[in-house]
């Protein structure tokens, strides 16, 4: 069994900045992509970042130029460094995995329990 343990969200002015964290534990042979989603209340969750094994990146248009994505393969941990935080980027933000797991053929998809993050003045 494979876990995803989410931390680093919390309140924050609009402007500031925060860094949230995604861990990956269990029974894992290889993670492929690993991302971030979000969901506010009343909308659907949605696309936020994602990142390949070796690096390659992918980002919705709403966060280009303020968030970045990346990860740490030895650690199994997935980062989203969020800048210039405005109350419309408010949401619950989960973490996902595509893993191989140990002892396994093919690929499952994983999420974390989520982290809220509050932008608000």
């Known amino acids: 069994q494979v876990q995803l343990v989410e931390s680093g969200g919390g309140l924050v002015q609009p402007g500031g900045s925060l860094r949230l964290s995604c861990a990956a534990s269990g029974s894992i042979f290889t993670i492929y992509t690993m991302g971030w989603y979000r969901q506010a209340p009343g909308k659907q969750r949605e696309l936020v970042a994602a990142?390949?094994?070796?690096?390659?990146?992918n980002y919705a248009d709403f966060v280009k130029g303020r968030f970045t994505v990346s990860r740490d393969n030895a650690k199994n941990t997935v980062y989203l460094q969020m800048n210039s935080l405005k109350p419309e980027d408010t949401a619950v933000y989960y973490c996902?995995?595509?893993?191989?797991?140990?002892?396994?053929?093919?690929?499952?998809?994983?999420w974390g329990q989520g982290t809220q993050v509050t932008v608000s003045s």
């Open positions: 996902n995995a595509q893993v191989n797991p140990i002892a396994t053929i093919g690929v499952v998809e994983v």
């Open positions: 990142i390949t094994r070796g690096g390659g990146t």
